[in-house]
């Protein structure tokens, strides 16, 4: 019983303490500060803690097309740390978004 119990707070302790992890680049004249508007997401799949790329790297032209100023947010989504910890870090997608100036995107 005291095992049980000893594993079940391990496993408390490692999810209350696991934090989603973010990152923003800016490209061209943005600042990481400027207002955009997301315009495409893509998953990405790795092995062994992100060691190992399933899905080839990508680039960014294919999601932002021939815009010079774009910013990028990789991140590790609560779902994404989730599956990490369930796979003990054998499985570890991330996901990454892309945004454009506002003014770049056209209203009709």
Do not use: W
């Not at 408390?12 to 680049?25: E, G, I, P, Q, R």
């Not at 062994?48 to 990508?58: A, D, Q, S, V």
């Not at 097309?65 to 570890?92: N, P």
């Amino acid at each position: 019983m005291k095992k049980n119990a000893a594993l079940l707070s391990c496993l408390a302790v490692t999810l209350l303490m696991s934090s989603c992890y973010t990152a923003k680049v800016a490209h061209g004249s943005l600042t990481t500060d400027s207002p955009v508007v997301k315009v495409n997401s893509k998953k990405n799949h790795a092995l062994i803690e992100g060691l190992i790329p399933l899905n080839g790297g990508f680039v960014a032209k294919k999601y932002v097309g021939e815009r010079s100023d774009y910013m990028t947010k990789s991140q590790i989504t609560f779902v994404d740390g989730f599956l990490r910890v369930i796979t003990f870090g054998i499985y570890s997608p991330s996901t990454t978004n892309f945004y454009v100036p506002i003014s770049d995107v056209s209203t009709k």
